[in-house]
């Protein structure tokens, strides 16, 4: 038999768009990433902006603020004006504006605001539907976002090449002071993302050094590629099994994630000294990168090992 799908009040499944939606979004904000291409995360609700609170703001992937605002109800002047505020406010370049019901002149504002600034600004309506006697689920849909024609273009070129410059520096210093204490990225050149890394000796296993603005973490990467969560799984869950004994190995906590709802998982150990815009202490981040690395790789190496040998995809990656 074939259910119909059925659309359900917003407001029986987010009674209030504060308490309930915002908390809600704040969890799940992974929906946001497959829907508009972003690597959103540590999404916070209520953010001061000067006098106001903003409704959520997260970062993307290279650790700028992104401002999210949420109204359960038809698009208004009130919500645009604000959207607009906390985005000046916060000196954030990314905007997102969630209602129920979004009006055709405010569609055309947000059009015109991609093409007449510097930032992105994306346009969303959220429904809430369900199958038979299913549960309520969330039904997000991009209305309007930016285009290739947005004059933000030359902007956001100009911001990525500083930010690629400070990070290929960062790198470049990194991998010096590796080569003194490890061999690991001997034969890595410094880039210029967030994250360089190297293979961890097993097809889909790499170790990472990830950096961001004011936070660094270390990594061993799960991904063995398209259509292979389970196979990330199941690697993931055999290293889980002995979770405790490489956090002994390591000589420190470690952060076990599954990442549901995306294909790879990690076993990470995150720092909190800074990122590639605290520069004054890249010397002490650097130290502390390589440290957790050489770490990682004495606790994880040997187990590796072990399952390369019972892996039926176990090429050298």
């Not at 004054?280 to 990168?289: G, L």
Request: with cysteine; glycine share 6%.
């Amino acid at each position: 038999m074939i259910e119909r799908l059925e659309r359900v009040p917003l407001r029986e499944v987010w009674k209030h768009e504060a308490l309930d939606f915002s908390r809600w979004l704040e969890e799940n904000i992974d929906v946001l990433n497959e829907i508009l291409d972003l690597n959103l995360a540590s999404a916070d609700r209520e953010q001061a902006a000067g006098t106001f609170s903003v409704d959520l703001v997260a970062e993307d992937e290279s650790g700028n603020p992104v401002v999210i605002e949420n109204q359960l109800d038809k698009s208004d002047h009130n919500h645009l004006g604000k959207l607009i505020t906390y985005l000046t406010a916060i000196g954030s370049k990314v905007a997102i504006w969630i209602v129920s019901d979004p009006r055709p002149e405010h569609v055309k504002a947000i059009a015109w605001l991609n093409e007449s600034s510097g930032a992105v600004f994306y346009l969303l309506k959220v429904e809430a539907v369900r199958i038979g006697e299913s549960a309520p689920a969330p039904l997000l849909t991009l209305i309007t976002g930016p285009s290739e024609e947005s004059r933000q273009v030359g902007e956001t070129k100009k911001e990525l090449a500083e930010r690629y410059v400070i990070r290929h520096r960062f790198w470049t210093e990194l991998l010096a002071r590796a080569k003194e204490k490890t061999s690991l990225f001997a034969a890595i050149s410094p880039g210029k993302e967030n994250w360089i890394g190297t293979g961890a000796g097993m097809y889909g296993l790499g170790f990472n050094f990830v950096i961001r603005k004011h936070d660094v973490h270390v990594e061993l990467y799960i991904d063995r590629g398209k259509g292979a969560e389970e196979e990330n799984e199941r690697i993931f869950d055999q290293l889980g099994y002995s979770e405790k004994e490489i956090e002994k190995d390591y000589g420190d906590s470690l952060s076990f994630e599954r990442l549901k709802g995306r294909r790879a998982c990690r076993i990470a150990k995150r720092l909190s000294l800074g990122g590639y815009r605290d520069e004054d202490r890249w010397p002490e981040i650097q130290e502390a990168m390589i440290d957790a690395m050489v770490r990682l790789e004495k606790a994880l190496k040997p187990r590796i090992r072990r399952l390369k040998q019972t892996s039926p995809k176990s090429g050298e990656s």
